[in-house]
């Protein structure tokens, strides 16, 4: 069945007259409740099937920006008895939740239980009031939206929780997530219905509903924005007509969807030509999913199956037997954790197990800080090890992605509090074949333990794509017949469940001389037998080598071109780890820091550059400015994300504080001045503020005036200030037309700075129509662009 959502509601109450900037769209729920209704009721003639309520902005993290945080349940009932009295039992009603307009830390300022908690509160109003889905939409970052998810489902138990996410050109979010991380991670976690909208139009939204439907079984909706957005005769205009909206819906339904509407820009025309359009549709046709496990990061997916290559899983963040790594985790230090995850990373593992097991520590806070650390600076999916359910809930909760759990026995205990946290937070499993009874020494022991926590684990509500099971290596040295054991089990693993095998390769040479013989060798086997993501240290080149063989005599690597290529270009060293720190690489020590992320040592490295005599511009230029600039590249190239720019952003300001502070005279001067802030009517602060940290960490001196500023207040403060730019950002569609006015406004003014306009709803036709000097797509642009606009001012003030 085809499902028709609405269009937009601010696009009508503001041609109406009835929504003014600077008010709260969602305040009109109780004091026009009519209008409310009627614009519902619009909708419903038009066709549509499905009501959203006014709410979008109805959390108390939202509310607040205009003092109404002790609304928040009046408000959100108030929306859903609005729509249920224009549907009049006619339809259903979706309880509209949306972003909270910050990131979650580390990224942002707040914290995972903040954000749940206020999600939590108005998912109970909506379905208090009555609503028939939760529907939480316009999502530029996984992480709020797996909060707000667990709090849907935790408040509103038995409605249904659809779950869109809004992406950009390039088919991701903001913070990097594709489509196909989302919709293996929200469908894991218990999403109802997964889906697409705002951001873009129906041609750009198609391809991301066919990935979507590609990577979940549950239904998937799309409402894309009437086009983007244009500036003619100072009004915003969406350029797509209804009919040309029309063209597009059964495009989409084909491709997946079967929940269809509109967001900005969308009227009722619009949706009455969707419902035209795919009246008489039947339900797309949707291929079986393969039967793969999968794990991600916020960014990143990868694969385990018994039918695709093998993935490695790092072992080295574990302080089991390293004492230095123990040491340092004991002392709050996680330096050599994320060096750890960057080194692994780049020496080819494809998930890092992560282990926090030191003796006389709060592991629970440890495996916190491990998890969010880890998972900003490496985009590898990661696999939480550890034997305690608080310390695992802690790991699962702030992992922006769906982790591996490493390890669930048939233990009683392992059972009964590890697979509810799996089901909680759509987390894998790795299955270990350990029971109260002991370790089983054959193959078919082993079989019978697997069985009983598969069962267990499915009356959780686990499913056959969650399993990776571990076939428990012992040591040959001390049973002859432990390798042939593993041999078997893997074997029966396969023959019996089909699900995808790992193991921890080293135990089987314990006891033995020339271990890595015996490891090398031992893998070899277990390869020929099946094995699809072996543990072990990725920076073990004979390891590393043995696969390389495997997969070209397996036939995984044709003509064996990829071993040729690789062996080939190999040094001839025992490790990947990095150079050791000496006067004559600190240039590249920093730079290397910078582009990582590693703020927390990156002042002890300057200060010992400078003290060995080199010059804070050399630093500056030869470092630091470098740096950013392959950060730049890499985050244009899509190598890396948001997260770990804002990191590198982060430690380069690390860098430049401490040469203020040691050598002030000679620390250089701010790049220029910028004033930066959000247009009259518009709250939404997360991308200017975005945009300031990286300005500001790159040596600009900002003046951020904050949101909802009047023209008066940009203009004359940038007049004060000489400001050499003046960056303005808006977005809602119903306060873009105040950028062309603020920029008016500077020229009549006398201003000579040069504007730079972003935002989620702008364009570079937008941007040229406002007369603006340059457009920002994103941050990073923003801050080249701020950087040659400045130097092109300073230039022709010389003149």
Not at 220 to 233: C, F, K, T
Not at 461 to 470: S, V
Not at 659 to 684: M, R, W, Y
């Amino acid at each position: 069945m085809i499902n028709i959502f609405d269009g937009a509601m601010g696009t009508i109450l503001q041609a109406d007259g009835i929504l003014k900037p600077g008010v709260c769209p969602e305040l009109l729920n109780i004091q026009s409740a009519q209008a409310i209704i009627n614009v519902h009721k619009q909708y419903i003639s038009a066709g549509a099937t499905i009501i959203e309520t006014n709410t979008f902005g109805g959390s108390s993290l939202k509310l607040a920006q205009y003092g109404l945080t002790d609304k928040v349940r009046a408000i959100n009932i108030a929306g859903v008895k609005n729509a249920k009295a224009a549907m009049q039992h006619n339809g259903k009603v979706a309880g509209s939740m949306g972003p909270i307009g910050r990131f979650i830390e580390p990224l942002g300022d707040i914290s995972f239980d903040t954000v749940y908690k206020a999600y939590f509160e108005q998912a109970s109003a909506l379905a208090e009031g009555g609503a028939d889905y939760i529907l939480i939409e316009t999502c530029i970052d996984l992480q709020e939206m797996r909060a707000a998810l667990l709090a849907a489902k935790d408040a509103a138990p038995g409605i249904p929780v659809i779950c869109q996410m809004s992406y950009s050109e390039d088919a991701r979010t903001v913070t990097g997530t594709d489509p196909q991380t989302a919709a293996i991670t929200l469908e894991a976690m218990g999403a109802d219905i997964i889906g697409a909208n705002c951001s873009t139009g129906p041609e750009e939204l198609l391809p991301i509903v066919k990935i979507l439907a590609q990577n979940c079984k549950c239904p998937i909706s799309v409402q894309p924005n009437a086009g983007m957005p244009h500036l003619i005769n100072g009004k915003t205009i969406f350029p797509m007509h209804p009919a040309d909206m029309g063209k597009w819906a059964p495009k989409l339904i084909e491709a997946g969807a079967t929940f269809i509407g509109g967001c900005c820009g969308t009227t009722p025309a619009h949706i009455a030509a969707i419902k035209e359009a795919v009246s008489g549709l039947a339900d797309p046709v949707r291929s079986p999913l393969p039967h793969r496990l999968a794990l991600t990061s916020r960014t990143k997916t990868i694969f385990i199956g018994t039918d695709l290559p093998t993935r490695l899983i790092g072992e080295r963040i574990n302080p089991t037997g390293r004492k230095k790594l123990a040491a340092e985790i004991k002392a709050g230090s996680f330096i050599s954790v994320k060096k750890e995850a960057v080194e692994q990373t780049n020496a080819g593992a494809d998930i890092l197990d992560v282990n926090m097991g030191v003796g006389g520590i709060d592991q629970t806070a440890a495996m916190e800080k491990a998890i969010k650390e880890i998972a900003q600076i490496v985009s590898t999916p990661l696999s939480i090890d550890t034997s305690d359910p608080k310390a695992l809930e802690a790991g699962l909760k702030v992992y922006p992605g769906r982790a591996l759990i490493n390890s669930v026995s048939a233990e009683p205990d392992r059972l009964k509090y590890f697979l509810p946290l799996a089901k909680r937070y759509g987390a894998a499993v790795l299955c270990l074949p350990l029971s109260d009874k002991g370790l089983p020494k054959t193959g078919s022991e082993r079989v019978a333990i697997i069985e009983k926590i598969i069962a267990a684990a499915k009356q959780a509500g686990l499913q056959d794509n969650d399993f990776i099971l571990d076939c428990l290596v012992m040591t040959v040295a001390a049973d002859k017949t432990a390798a042939l054991e593993v041999l078997q089990a893997l074997s029966l693993y396969h023959s019996k469940f089909g699900y995808p095998s790992t193991m921890g390769l080293s135990n089987i040479s314990f006891g033995l001389p020339d271990r890595p013989l015996i490891n090398s060798t031992f893998f070899a086997m277990c390869l020929a037998y099946g094995l699809n993501a072996p543990i072990m240290n990725p920076y073990d080149s004979l390891m590393k080598n043995t696969l390389l063989a495997a997969s070209a005599l397996n036939g995984n690597d044709p003509h064996g071109q990829h071993y040729s290529l690789t062996i080939a270009k190999q040094p001839h060293s025992e490790t990947a780890a990095a150079a050791e720190v000496t006067p004559r690489n600190i240039i590249e020590a920093i730079k290397h820091s910078i582009i990582v992320g590693e703020k927390e040592n990156i002042a002890q490295m300057v200060e010992h550059a400078l003290k060995e005599g080199h010059t804070s511009n050399e630093i500056t230029e030869n470092a630091l400015t470098t740096a950013m600039n392959a950060v730049g590249k890499d985050f244009g190239a899509k190598k890396i994300f948001l997260p770990q720019v804002m990191l590198s952003a982060e430690a380069m300001r690390e860098a430049f504080l401490k040469i203020k502070e040691i050598l002030p005279s000679q620390a250089s001067a701010n790049k220029g001045t910028v004033v930066i802030a959000t247009v009259k009517g518009d709250i939404h602060d997360l991308g200017k503020n975005i945009v300031s940290a990286l300005l500001e960490n790159n040596g600009f001196k900002l003046i951020d005036l904050g949101k909802d500023v009047d023209s008066e207040k940009i203009v004359r403060t940038a007049i004060e200030n000489d400001a050499d730019i003046v960056g303005l950002c808006s977005l809602m569609t119903t306060t873009m037309t105040q950028i062309d006015k603020v920029i008016a406004s500077l020229k009549k003014a006398g201003s000579t700075a040069q504007v730079i306009v972003g935002g989620a709803v702008l364009t570079q036709e937008y941007a040229d129509s406002a007369g603006a000097d340059a457009y920002a797509e994103d941050g990073v642009i923003a801050v080249e662009i701020a950087k040659k606009l400045t130097a092109k001012r300073k230039g022709s003030q010389a003149l």
